[in-house]
């Protein structure tokens, strides 16, 4: 499968990558150490998701009333800007994506010229669309960072251990994932040093 035909519906996507910035949040006090964050007050009807693994890669995802469009970012990649002497932005990339959504890259923190892909979605659209750079999933990072958008507690709870280096209890993962509120004992079991009361806090500012 290709990576659009991976990625879920806008909605769906939504609820998963506030499901996984709400975890970020229980298991990082951090904010800037977090994989995974969500903005739900980016813009005025704008929603922004992040993937940030640290080691210079991200994936940034915008929710519009317009439609969603994704933005990622493979430093390793050799549509990098960064990998020519012009360090431009490779062709095709933006130049198909729909005026209704491009401006949503005006805001500087997106670092629009950052970027190895676009992929997005109108509002009337049916399957996700993606810039026409002659390149692989493989080359452009795509398939790397989508893989990162976590669709299932089974597939969280493995990355949990490689990247924090902790062995999460599934079921209250599950729980999570399947949309259950957050209680007080749910954070305690997934992340013991945690202050309680600041995790609820900020999971509220999140709108989980």
């Keep these: 499968m290709t990576v659009l035909e991976l990625l879920p519906e806008p909605e769906w996507l939504k609820k998963q990558m506030l499901v996984q910035a709400a975890l970020n949040i229980i298991l990082c006090e951090e904010d800037w150490l977090r994989y995974h964050s969500f903005d739900p007050n980016w813009g005025q009807n704008i929603s922004l998701a992040k993937i940030d693994n640290g080691a210079g890669d991200h994936l940034f995802i915008l929710f519009a009333s317009e439609g969603t469009l994704l933005k990622g970012f493979d430093h390793e990649s ?3 800007p960064y990998a020519n002497d012009e360090e431009e932005i490779a062709p095709g990339i933006y130049e198909a994506v729909p005026s209704a959504l491009s401006h949503l890259l005006e805001d500087d923190a997106l670092e629009r ?37 976590f669709q299932t507690a089974e597939d ?14 599934f079921e209250v993962v599950s729980k999570i994932y399947q949309g259950n509120p957050i209680t007080d004992e749910m954070i305690r079991t997934l992340n013991p040093e945690r202050n309680v009361e600041e995790t609820l806090k900020e999971l509220a500012e999140l709108g989980f």
């Design 78 to 80: 050799e549509l990098s």
């Design 113 to 149: 010229e950052d970027v190895t892909f676009c992929i997005w979605r109108e509002k009337s659209d049916t399957a996700w669309k993606k810039g026409n750079a002659e390149v692989s999933e493989h080359v452009d990072g795509s398939g790397f960072l989508i893989g990162a958008i």
């Design 156 to 169: 969280y709870v493995e990355f949990a251990e490689g990247y924090f280096e902790q062995q999460l209890p």
